[in-house]
Antibody, heavy 115, light 113 residues
């Protein structure tokens, strides 16, 4: 069974950093591209970043480019999102999802940026 | 960037009725290489993460009831839910994954009368 479990969320002050993790199981992680998507409270879905299976290709939304870094460790079956210079508008539930078509999603981890 | 225009914003129907949700893309999502449309539909029930319903515009994900039907090609796409059930109460989103940045429709809230 495919499982994705995000962690690392929490309350952080504006301008600070946070690193999210997504632990994958139930499939060969190293064969799949992965993604981060976020959803602000009461709002729709927003794609954040994508990384190919071997980390050769990486893409970011303009809203996070230069501040967020997506990475992965295939030996640990884990996807990461390093978030720096956080803003209040980054407050959201952050999901990881598998492959370009986003076929499986984790339950999400909440990030709240507030002083 | 490809803009996804989704409609309606919300709708309310009785059980057993049929609903149609539309998504229009600002550019074609049809790949000339494999003739597939890179359009997916998701269902998000209250308090849950999104679930893939339809991929390549019209292929149902495994386990999805056959009352969920995806159609369309190019720039115009439709999700039809026939014989709506109370359990279909959810938000529905379209997604284009033809090119980066990936973009979602704004969502449709389905309520059951």
């Amino acid at each position: 069974e495919v499982q994705l479990v995000e962690s690392g969320g929490g309350l952080v002050q504006p301008g600070r950093s946070l690193k999210l993790s997504c632990l994958a199981s139930g499939f060969t992680f190293s064969n799949y591209g992965m993604n981060w998507i976020r959803q602000a409270p009461g709002k729709g879905l927003e794609w954040v970043a994508s990384i190919s299976s071997s980390s050769s290709y990486i893409y970011y939304a303009d809203t996070v480019k230069g501040r967020f870094t997506i990475s992965r460790d295939n030996a640990k079956n884990t996807l990461y999102l390093q978030m720096t210079s956080l803003r209040s508008e980054d407050t959201a539930l952050y999901y990881c999802a598998r492959r370009g078509g986003l076929d499986f999603w984790g339950p999400g981890t909440m990030v709240t940026v507030s002083s | 960037d490809i803009v996804m225009t989704q409609s309606p914003f919300s709708l309310a129907v009785s059980e057993g009725e049929m609903v149609t949700i539309n998504c229009k893309s600002s550019q074609s999502l049809l790949s000339s290489g494999n003739q597939k449309n890179y359009l997916a539909w998701y269902q998000q029930k209250p308090g849950q993460s999104p679930k893939l319903l339809i991929y390549y515009a019209s292929t149902r994900q495994s386990g999805v009831p056959d009352r969920f039907i995806g159609s369309g090609s190019g720039t115009d796409f439709t999700l039809t839910i026939s014989d709506v059930q109370a359990e279909d109460l959810a938000d529905y989103y379209c997604l284009q994954h033809y090119s980066y940045p990936l973009t979602f429709g704004s969502g449709t809230k389905l309520e059951i009368k």
